[in-house]
């Protein structure tokens, strides 16, 4: 039994990218062969994709882990490793993006539109990309990125021109039926209809237009009463609402009046479900129709003949039809197909976007410093660049650091520092990772090669560190000697 879904989580892994080699050429007759390793390969990511063929998210609904495929490693003689492969998820026309916070993030209408989910890593660079007139001969490579995980929300509003809205068991699955090729299933019974019906209404000339019903529509259903909560979304799109009235309930203190003033006050209070929807602007200003159903009944047209006058006064085009005759379905076919026509002549026309360059100013740094609530005298560098090379820093090995280094000082980062009054051994937090900073002139190309995989700034560093634990060794068993003297 197929299942209508609407609403899900999906938890979306991009690819992590491949770690970069480093790798010395090794040939006979050929010492200084020079690094050739290869480049990791980017991590594959998760894109969202509309397609006209897919109408629900079951699929996601039973399987919401899309994991993208990892980056390979570059390996020796300059050969780069294979990017990953892209996770193309194909979800309904209409579907909304939205973060774990409830944030639009995208609206997916038209076939073909796409949206990246999570972005897969950066792949490592191998140590021969990596040379300059400083490294001829680097002994490190620098790690693949791992790729953006996000747990994000779907949501399907359909997209219909016209929307059907009434009591349950107003007939609306009976006008999809008659009016489309749609086949929904018509009982005797409320709540018949799960899910949005949508059918394709063709007056024969050229105006084509769909419509949906919606089910499940009550007093309170704003607020979680019967099936209106989760359906009530699918007739934000919609540019025309047709009240299908019941003139032949025999339910007490029910009349075409009371209900449409009763569904009127449900869509005034879904409003505030519009606030992050894009295009359509507020329900009250969509054009209405009202329809009064089921006038093959002889007590139906005694009704429909006394409410129509004052329904008319409205200003809302009224039709008399009958889904089981088939009167009046012609007159009212036209007539949505001009009101769909008026009110697509009303919007604004979409204008084609372009592609804008903007080019990044000269003295663009690409980062900030801000002092460190939680460490008095530290701070911390936010940035995508610095918090990316952090990432990729492989922290055991001592050049890979200096060329960290090297990298954050060529950035502005460390006169930044010194700019805010940042002491020697202040800790400063880029990422997930703490150091003591440590300010040094010696930079890039100024610093002495010692040999592959260290620093001598590093080395330095750790000579000066461990006098420094000695002296405060010794200055510890002073006291206790003048004591026992």
């Not at 005034?268 to 359509?280: F, I, M, R, S, Y």
Request: charged letters at 25%; hydrophobic letters at 40%.
């Amino acid at each position: 039994m197929s299942r209508f879904v609407d609403r899900v989580t999906i938890h979306a892994h991009a690819g992590t990218g491949g770690h970069g080699c480093s790798s010395v050429h090794r040939e006979k007759f050929k010492p200084l062969g020079g690094p050739d390793g290869g480049n990791g390969g980017h991590g594959g990511s998760v894109t969202l994709v509309v397609d006209l063929q897919v109408h629900t998210l079951l699929d996601f609904h039973f399987r919401p882990h899309a994991r993208a495929s990892n980056g390979k490693p570059g390996m020796g003689a300059n050969r780069n490793g294979a990017n990953g492969t892209d996770l193309i998820l194909k979800v309904p026309d209409g579907t909304v993006v939205l973060d774990s916070d409830g944030h639009m993030l995208a609206d997916l209408v038209g076939e073909g539109t796409e949206f990246v989910a999570a972005e897969g890593g950066r792949g490592g660079l191998g140590n021969a990309a990596l040379v300059s007139r400083a490294r001829k001969a680097p002994g490190f490579a620098l790690l693949g990125e791992a790729g953006a995980e996000r747990d994000l929300l779907l949501e399907l509003k359909s997209v219909a021109d016209v929307g059907l809205v009434g009591f349950p068991s107003a007939g609306k699955s009976s006008l999809v039926s008659v009016l489309s090729a749609a086949k929904p299933k018509i009982a005797d019974y409320p709540f018949t209809t799960l899910a949005p019906n949508l059918g394709v209404v063709n007056t024969g000339g050229t105006d084509v237009f769909t419509i949906a019903d919606v089910p499940g529509l009550i007093p309170g259903a704003a607020d979680g009463k019967g099936l209106g909560l989760e359906f009530l979304r699918h007739i934000e799109r919609c540019a025309v609402l047709a009240h299908v009235v019941d003139c032949a309930t025999l339910e007490p203190g029910r009349d075409p009046l009371s209900d449409i003033d009763a569904l009127e006050a449900e869509l005034a209070a879904h409003q505030p479900a519009l606030a992050n929807d894009v295009g359509l602007g507020d329900l009250s200003e969509r054009p209405r129709v009202v329809i009064l159903n089921k006038i093959d009944v002889p007590d139906a047209q005694d009704l429909a003949d006394l409410v129509k006058p004052e329904l008319a006064q409205r200003g809302w085009p009224v039709f008399e039809v009958s889904a089981v005759t088939h009167k009046g379905l012609e007159q009212l076919t036209y007539a949505l197909a001009k009101q769909v026509r008026d009110y697509r002549a009303a919007q604004p026309k979409a204008v084609p976007r372009r592609p804008v360059i903007r080019p990044v100013a000269i003295d663009e740094s690409g980062f900030e410093v801000i002092s460190d609530p939680a460490n008095p005298g530290g701070f911390i560098v936010r940035g995508v660049r610095p918090e990316r090379w952090v990432r990729q820093t492989q922290f055991d090995n001592d050049e890979a650091v200096g060329y960290l280094a090297d990298r954050l000082n060529r950035l502005g980062v460390e006169d930044e520092l010194t700019k805010l009054g940042a002491e020697p051994g202040a800790p400063v937090t880029i990422g997930n990772m703490t150091f003591e900073w440590e300010p040094t002139a010696a930079m890039g190309d100024n610093v002495p090669i010692t040999g592959r995989g260290t620093d001598i700034r590093l080395e330095a560093n750790d000579r000066i560190g461990a006098a420094e634990r000695k002296l405060a060794r010794k200055a510890r068993r002073q006291p206790q000697e003048q004591g026992d003297d």
